[in-house]
């Protein structure tokens, strides 16, 4: 028995020996309905002190056959549950409240299914204690059964390395659902993308970002593998929702409600040299630098006029940069390419490992030929006669026409003189 108010109750018993098909009743007189029922006193205790009226009563959507509501949970310690009353608002007539629910202490939403639609209804609910005392009544919402849409902006900020078009996912229809390349994102200003649709009141739905398949998918801290965003739709005051993923705060908070922090395949962010450069050094070292953790093999490859460039990679860990050092000095005045392609990430601790998607080539050129060639320490007091000529050889080679026509004026070539240093003069 499960009296919910004070007074004296009537109550018989039955039961069933098949299963709930057939019942049978009894009262104090035995087997059948005999007028003698048992009598049950439900009294007054010494608690008069009723709960407080229920917090935050809300309508948090509708649909054309119910309409879902919840509240905030009372604290009281001896509360037993809820009574949720319910009116129909017919015109300018107003209907007496009926009890519709009655809920235990531990619920705080209830979504009623006995509507018809496009009625209207007024809605507020109640507390009661083990005692039968009641509280106030709550706030009172109205609710129409009706389909409702929500006008939803997605909204996620990108790193500023990112190519080509963002898109979301998700396991709406209008998704795909989950069709990575299906709907594009608009960047609205740099690094920040939106789009916006109708969906309907109280969906709630899954979702992740790509830049068109899931090869390129967001893959970092929780949202990694088949972990996805959440998001619950609601009308809310004018029927638009934003759900804002541009946050940046990685230290704290839930990740599903930040920007993309990594993508799951690798993106070159930087190179030295850089594209186009010019009067590049013969001895430089040629990096790269990505956007995630990289594998100790990864590499490059790197063309001169005198085909690959062979030479030693090496891996920064901590600012996942590349770099390769030539086994040999570049070559004068010459194009150089370099092509990174391929190349594999183990990904975030716990994510996904992936591969590199967009593809870089870029080219550079070499310093030229030196202009002038400086003499430091010629001694003009006699020597070998091929000192000179040794030197001479030198600037042909380095292609310094200039300094070979500079020891030829000072009679170098044949007066036998030494040149103890050539330093050569870039222009």
């Known amino acids: 028995l499960l009296p919910d108010m004070q007074g004296a109750f009537d109550y018989v018993t039955r039961w069933s020996g098949d299963g709930g098909r057939a019942w049978y009743y009894a009262d104090l007189n035995g087997p059948g309905e005999n007028g003698n029922p048992g009598r049950l006193y439900v009294v007054p205790s010494d608690d008069t002190t009723a709960p407080a009226a229920p917090q935050n009563l809300t309508l948090e959507g509708t649909t054309a056959s119910s309409v879902i509501l919840s509240w905030d949970a009372n604290t009281e310690s001896d509360l037993v549950g809820y009574e949720l009353y319910r009116r129909v608002l017919v015109g300018a007539a107003l209907v007496d409240y009926e009890r519709v629910a009655v809920l235990d202490a531990g619920i705080t939403g209830y979504t009623d299914e006995d509507v018809v639609t496009d009625t209207t209804y007024e809605y507020y609910l109640l507390a009661y204690d083990t005692s ?35 898109h979301v996912s998700g396991d709406l229809p209008e998704f795909g659902p989950w069709d990575a390349g299906k709907v594009a994102m608009t960047e609205v200003s740099p690094n920040v993308w939106e789009y916006t649709t109708s969906i309907l009141d109280g969906t709630q739905l899954q979702y992740k970002f790509t830049r068109g398949t899931w090869e390129t998918v967001e ?13 619950t739709i609601e009308y809310g005051t004018d029927g638009t929702q934003l759900i804002d993923n541009t946050a940046t705060d990685w230290i704290s908070g839930d990740d599903a409600d930040k920007a993309v922090r990594f993508w799951r395949d690798p993106i070159v962010v930087s190179h030295y040299p850089t594209a186009d450069a010019i009067g590049v050094p013969l001895d430089t070292v040629i990096s790269v630098t990505w956007s995630i953790t990289m594998t100790a093999d990864t590499m490059f490859t790197v063309n001169g006029p005198d085909g690959t ?119």
Not at 133 to 160: H, L, M
Not at 401 to 413: P, S
């Open 219 to 231: 893959s970092w801290g929780s949202i990694v593998g088949f972990a996805n965003r959440a998001a």
């Open 132 to 166: 039968f005392n009641r509280s106030e009544a709550s706030n009172v919402v109205q609710a129409t059964a009706e389909t409702r849409y929500v006008t939803v902006t997605f909204r996620v900020g990108v790193p500023d390395y990112t190519p080509g078009v963002v």
């Open 309 to 427: 460039v062979s030479g030693t990679f090496s891996y920064d860990a901590d600012a996942w940069m590349v770099t390769f050092a030539p086994d040999l000095e570049l070559a004068l005045g010459s194009v150089y390419t370099v092509s990174v392609a391929g190349q594999t990430t183990p990904g975030v601790p716990g994510g996904d490992t992936g591969v590199q998607q967009v593809p870089v080539t870029w080219s550079f050129t070499t310093v030229d030929a030196p202009t002038s060639v400086e003499l430091v320490g010629i001694d003009g007091a006699g020597g070998n006669w091929w000192n000179g000529w040794i030197v001479a050889m030198v600037l042909v080679i380095g292609g310094s026409i200039l300094g070979l026509l500079e020891l030829w004026r000072r009679g170098w070539l044949f007066a036998g003189r030494r040149a103890r240093r050539a330093r050569p003069q870039m222009g």
